[in-house]
Every structure is written in structure tokens, then in C-alpha cells.
């Protein structure tokens, strides 16, 4: 008999023991009884008799899933690191490193599949005889080489010349399990032309080859176009070719097409996938390649990091200071943290890449824990766009632009280029008032202002997604005079319209890019000019390229200048410089106008002036001068509650456990800055230490106190390490 330690997906900061007949691998799903259930966990080590203290009570085993583990023992470690760092459910842990259809029981093995392979036929056939038809060329040739996955066929040469090759007789569609070969991208990898590396990205690749082989963490801070992605490219290049994977997160899906295009267009092979508007069945598809070492190159979202690697030989981790990196439920894990831990655990080098690095990483570049790399200069002889501050003191406004902004669109507009226009509002605006009373038309559930969705005729919550219809009268005295306040993305759009007839424009935010690659295919329309005018939110601000757009007008940044979160003026600074970095990307010089009531504002006149590199080193002193991250160590402890009382109390006895111990600065509890969602009270415990290691020591000390008070049954609480996010 043998004693079976698993990890049940269930919200308890503990495992389980079972017994079977016989040891079990880690890493293994089974199916166990849990209560009335039966649920599937992992297995994570098969314990000695003398450490289970009273074995008559364990329950045996139902089923083993598998034959050989779905996690390997790095990512059993990785998952023991983030349930403890994380102080989190094991179980929940695992169950979130694991594709959707292997939580449900699917096998881990591969499917069958329509594979396409080439005829006796096709293989006598001569390559020059289909010369009028390249895409038919190229598609026999590969499959000369090896045969594939008739939907890869499809996505990289085109339906039309598949079906062209199977109705010649050329080639055949088979399906059967296919065969996944460790290693298989290496017969199609044939590197394109690349571009001669300038001064500082040639030594910045040189650096990155050196620590190929071995642990080691490089921040490579470059400018907005400075070719960031090519020292990529270019330091991947002898990983791939001598047969290792290489792992690329990036922030937003938005992002993936464009950069799983540049790398398949540079090295010729199929690049895996992974984000969440997949199906299933395709994530667990790639995964399974992953795994078998198949793929050479993964591209994802924050998940993918728990994508496991047959020949791990890269991490790199794009934007890494991007907000989306941190999961705000949940697990609540920051991707570019895992990074390190998973690059160090395997052995490999990890690259974190941004123009605007978060403090964190910084901070660890600037005290040599990490390499630091900088690009100083835009590629290709590009110039830097020029940022101006726009008083709009005194200036009449037009659907929220003033009137000497639309000057200087006009400008940019007849010369025959295009104009961004920044909104951080999707909607038409951010409230509905009474122009008689005042009064406001509320959200009940929390407490906040309906979004104006004019498009809709409706009214939307954007903390609830609560909608309802538009009103005619005022709740309150009856009055028909019902006026918006505020501007968003809709209204912009209408009023820009109006304002310059004739030209057209496009409006890119959550509302209007819904859909399987409608984002992909606008921002394609954008690079062949087929607008002048474009709207939008943060889709925007992140890593596209737009070399026609040679403005870029903010409006309203005044809201983030005066807010109670600390890190309001980083995250301000970073979005104001990844906009600016959208114009002048190519011949054409760019300018960036930020329109502004407080055009005197030290952190304007800093960015302004002198850019975000000194900006951030100058808020990092002042971070260390007033005891904040990251030269102390956080976790915050929410609670909410219908009862606002009941979360308040609750969080009153967690900071009577923590009194106790002196180390701990205990700072609340107070109302989280959006105090109301979901018709619930929130309320956070701010906890804060010097050092990290007494801090997470008195949290696992205070847990088991924390559970056991009155209250905690009765509210919905939780543990963020490292917060990032106090709303």
C-alpha cells in the first residue's frame, strides 16, 4: 500500500493523502473522493508510512489518468514556489497551470488529427511545375520535407492551395494521431534577411549570446522603436538553431499576430500560440507540441508561462511592465516574476524588454542584480517624437479637444498623415446628469456613475457590466433635461466627424475591436492608409507600428495627476511615453501634444523635458525616501461583503493578529479606491516590511488565525502579494 500525497483543486491552503496499490509519479492526475465529489488532482510526492500519522482513515484512489506525469518536475517546483510565495490553494495552483480540457479529465496524449501528406504522385512530381503557382510550391515543398497538420498547411499557405494540391492528386488529408518529433522545426528553419544591428543593439545581442546556456536576467530598456524586437530575433537565432525553444510572453492578444508574424516571416517555422480567445482544444494542441519539444518558438499571454518546454533554451518577457502580467483574481501571480523564478530553476537566460520598465525591474537593473542593456536611439536613423504640453486654460473645447489641438491636427491631417487621438473612456461619456437637479444616474450595485453607451442607446456600468436602457426623465424631480458630463471614445469619434468631414477615421477600443481578428485586420487597414483619423484607448499605446501616424494628441491626463494610488504617476508616466512612441516611427517626424488644465505639473514638465528614463530614476529615489516599493516589501488583505461592517470587522481582527507581531507596519483597515462593486463593501489591510523574508514569515504565521475568526466565513477575502492594483 502506498501513501499518495495529491493537490485537489479546492480553496484550502493544504494537500491530501490517499492511498493505491502501488506509487504513483508526480505530476500524475487521478481522480479522488472528496466528500460527496469525486475531483481530479495531481499527484505531488508518495510519502513514507511513518509520516502519516493516522492511516486508517485515508480513502483510496479511484483512477490514474495517466501514464506518465502532465507536469514535469520543474513545473512541480514552480507550482510549490507560487503556492508558497503566493500563500495559496496547492490545488488551485495546479489546476490553473493546467490547460482547460486537462482540468476535465481529457487525456494528455494527442488526438487524432486531419494530417496532410504528400502522394507517390506529388513526390515525383517537379517543384518548377507549379513556379505559377507559389504558394502551391512552397506547400508541396514542405511537405517533400515532412508531412503536417492539415490546419497549419492551411494557416501558412492558404486554403485555396491545399485544396488545390489535394484536387491535383498532389497531396492527401489523413486522419490519424499524429507523431510529434522532438526538435521537428529545425528541418523548415531558414533564416530571412535581417537588418545590420546598430552600435548599441549589436552589443546588447553580444551580451544576451554570452549568458546563453546559463541563468542570467537582462533588462533591455530601449526607446519606443528603438528595434527592441530585432535584438530579439537576432539573440534567439543560435538558441533555435541549435534546438532549443524559446518561450515569449507578450501583454495583450492585440499584440500576438504582428509579432507571430515577424518571427515566422525571420526564421520559417510555425510559431505555437497560446492566448485565451483560443479554443480549448487549440490551447491543448500546442501545449501538447510544447511539451514534445515540436515547437521551437511559443508565443503567449501572461498564462503561457506555464507552457512546458522538452529543450528549454529562452525566456523573454515583451512590455514587461505591463499591468496585464498581474493576475487581480485568483492566483493572483505576476507572469514576469515567474519568469525569473522558472528561468533560474531550468537554467536559461531571461530577457525582460521594455521602454518604460517598471520600478521593480529597474530598480534591479540599476543595482546590478540584472544585466542592463539600453538602446538610446530609434532604428533606423528614426528621430525622437517631440512632446509638447497643451494649456487648455481659457481655450474653447469641442467634444473634449481644444481648440488649438485642432489646429495642429489640421496640420498633420492636410500634410497627409495620420492623427492619433487618445481617449483612457471607451463610451460616449462617463456620466448621465440632470441638468435641472443635478442629479446623477447611478449604478446601485456600485455606487458609480453609468457609462454613457450612446451607439446602444444604453447606459453600462464599467465595474459590474450592469447595462440598462436609457432614461427619458430624471429619477428625482421628473426633469426631461438630461445632459452627459465627460467625454469618451464614441463622442470623440462623433465630434471629430463633424469637425473634419471627409476624413476618415477609426475608433479602436474593447467595444468596437470584438470578434475573431477584427483588431488584426484594422490595425492592418491603418498601416495601408485607409484611415487618417484614429481613436482609441490603451489598444493603442502598446507596441504597434504606425508609420504613418506622425501626431498623437492625449486628451485629458489631468485625471491621473491627482490620485491616491502611489503608482498613478509611474503607470501615467509609461502610457504617456508608450503613446508618444506610436508617431515618427519611420521617415516621418513625429510630436506628441498633451492636453492639459495643469500645464505647469512637475510630472509633465519632467516626461516633457526629460524623459521617462529620468523621470523613473527620480521617482525611485523619492519611493526610497518615503518607505515605499520596491525598497519594502507589500501584501494587502481585501474583504467585501454586502454588509460593509462585516468586512470592516473582519479585517479589524486580522490586524488584532498582526498587532502582535511588532515587525509588521499595519496600515487600515480603509475602503479600496473603488469602494463598491457588485453590491459589495471592499476593504483592504495594507501590510509592509523591509525585508520580504519576515514579512511572508508572519503571514503564514497569522493564516491559520486569520481562518479561524468569526467573521472569515463571512465575508469573500483574499491575499495579494505585491499588490500592483489598489482599486
Not at 504640453?389 to 481655450?395: F, G, I, N, S, T
Not at 491626463?557 to 509611474?570: H, I, K, M
Amino acid at each position: 500500500m502506498a501513501f499518495i500525497q495529491v493537490a485537489v483543486p479546492v480553496p484550502l491552503r493544504q494537500q491530501f493523502t490517499y492511498t493505491h496499490h502501488k506509487p504513483l509519479e508526480a505530476g500524475v492526475r487521478v481522480v479522488v473522493p472528496f466528500g460527496p465529489r469525486k475531483l481530479i488532482g495531481v499527484v505531488t510526492e508518495v510519502l513514507s508510512q511513518h509520516s502519516v500519522e493516522d492511516t486508517t482513515k485515508l480513502k483510496a484512489i479511484i483512477e490514474v489518468i495517466d501514464d506518465e506525469p502532465v507536469i514535469d518536475k520543474v513545473l512541480l517546483n514552480m507550482a510549490q514556489w507560487l503556492w508558497q510565495y503566493y500563500h495559496h490553494a496547492p490545488g488551485e495552483v495546479i489546476h490553473a497551470m493546467l490547460p482547460v480540457l486537462l482540468r476535465k479529465g481529457e487525456s494528455a496524449l494527442p488526438s487524432a488529427q486531419d494530417i496532410l501528406t504528400v502522394t507517390e504522385r506529388g513526390k515525383k512530381t517537379s517543384l518548377e511545375t507549379l513556379s505559377r503557382a507559389p504558394k502551391q510550391k512552397a506547400c508541396l515543398a514542405g511537405l517533400l520535407a515532412a508531412e503536417s497538420l492539415a490546419t497549419t498547411a492551411r494557416k501558412q499557405h492558404g486554403a485555396p492551395a491545399v485544396k488545390a494540391l489535394i484536387d491535383k492528386g498532389l497531396a492527401y488529408v489523413d486522419s490519424r494521431v499524429p507523431s510529434f518529433v522532438e526538435g521537428a522545426w529545425l528541418t523548415q528553419l531558414a533564416l530571412g534577411d535581417k537588418p545590420i544591428p546598430d552600435t548599441e543593439q549589436a552589443v546588447a545581442i553580444a551580451a544576451l549570446n554570452r549568458s546563453n546556456n546559463q541563468f542570467a536576467v537582462s533588462l533591455l530598456e530601449g526607446v519606443t522603436g528603438s528595434g527592441k524586437t530585432e535584438v530579439y530575433l537576432q539573440a534567439i537565432e543560435p538558441i533555435l538553431q541549435h534546438g532549443k525553444q524559446v518561450l515569449i510572453l507578450v501583454p495583450e492578444i492585440g499584440l500576438t499576430p504582428q509579432t507571430v508574424s515577424r518571427f515566422e516571416k525571420r526564421f520559417a517555422v510555425e510559431v505555437g500560440v497560446l492566448h485565451s480567445q483560443l479554443s480549448d482544444s487549440a490551447r491543448l494542441q500546442v501545449w501538447q507540441r510544447a511539451k514534445a519539444g515540436e515547437l521551437g518558438i511559443i508565443i503567449g499571454t501572461r498564462s503561457a508561462i506555464f507552457t512546458p518546454l522538452k529543450l528549454p533554451g529562452m525566456l523573454i518577457v515583451d512590455e514587461e511592465h505591463d499591468e496585464s502580467f498581474k493576475q487581480q483574481d485568483g492566483l493572483r501571480y505576476h507572469a514576469r516574476d515567474l519568469a525569473v523564478m522558472r528561468a533560474k530553476q531550468q537554467g536559461i537566460p531571461l530577457l525582460l524588454g521594455s521602454a518604460t520598465p517598471s520600478f521593480e525591474t529597474l530598480n534591479n537593473a540599476l543595482s546590478g542584480r540584472y544585466t542592463h542593456l539600453q538602446l538610446t536611439r530609434r532604428a533606423g536613423g528614426a528621430k525622437s517624437t517631440h512632446q509638447h504640453v497643451l494649456d487648455a486654460r481659457d481655450q474653447p473645447i469641442h467634444y473634449g479637444i481644444a481648440q488649438g489641438l485642432l489646429g495642429i491636427m489640421r496640420q498633420h491631417l492636410n500634410a497627409g498623415n495620420q492623427v492619433l487621438v487618445f481617449v483612457n473612456r471607451r463610451g460616449y461619456a462617463p456620466a448621465l446628469l440632470c441638468h435641472h437637479c443635478g442629479e446623477t444616474v447611478m449604478c446601485k450595485r456600485c455606487d458609480r456613475p453609468y457609462t454613457v453607451h450612446k451607439g446602444h442607446n444604453r447606459l453600462q456600468c464599467h465595474h459590474c457590466a450592469s447595462t440598462r436602457s436609457m432614461p427619458s426623465n430624471c429619477a428625482a424631480c421628473h426633469s426631461s433635461e438630461l445632459v452627459t458630463a465627460g467625454t469618451g471614445t464614441e463622442q470623440v469619434e462623433q465630434g471629430l466627424a463633424s469637425l473634419f468631414p471627409g476624413v476618415k477615421q477609426v475608433r479602436i477600443d474593447s467595444d468596437s475591436v470584438r470578434g475573431k481578428d477584427k483588431l488584426h485586420d484594422t490595425l492592418a487597414a491603418i498601416n495601408r492608409q485607409e484611415y487618417q483619423l484614429l481613436v482609441g484607448t490603451q489598444i493603442l499605446s502598446k507596441g504597434h507600428h504606425f508609420p504613418h501616424v506622425t501626431l498623437v494628441a492625449v486628451l485629458d491626463v489631468d485625471g491621473a495627476l491627482f490620485s491616491a494610488d502611489f503608482r498613478a504617476s509611474e503607470k501615467l508616466a509609461q502610457l504617456v511615453t508608450q503613446l508618444s512612441g506610436r508617431a515618427g516611427r519611420a521617415t516621418k517626424p513625429g510630436e506628441m501634444w498633451l492636453q492639459t488644465h495643469n500645464p505647469h505639473h512637475p510630472l509633465l514638465q519632467d516626461l516633457v523635458n526629460n524623459g521617462y528614463g529620468h523621470f523613473a530614476r527620480l521617482a525611485l529615489t523619492e519611493r526610497k525616501a518615503a518607505g515605499l516599493p520596491p525598497f519594502i516589501s507589500q501584501f494587502v488583505i481585501r474583504a467585501e461583503a454586502t454588509d460593509s461592517q462585516l468586512a470592516y470587522g473582519f479585517l479589524q481582527g486580522c490586524k488584532g493578529v498582526f498587532i502582535d507581531q511588532a515587525s509588521c507596519q499595519i496600515n487600515g483597515p480603509f475602503p479600496c479606491l473603488i469602494e463598491k462593486r457588485q453590491g459589495r463593501f471592499r476593504f483592504m489591510l495594507v501590510c509592509s516590511h523591509s525585508k520580504r523574508g519576515p514579512l511572508h514569515a508572519s503571514l503564514r504565521h497569522a493564516l491559520p488565525f486569520l481562518q479561524a475568526l468569526p467573521l472569515a466565513t463571512k465575508v469573500r477575502w483574499s491575499v495579494d502579494i505585491d499588490p500592483t492594483d489598489f482599486s
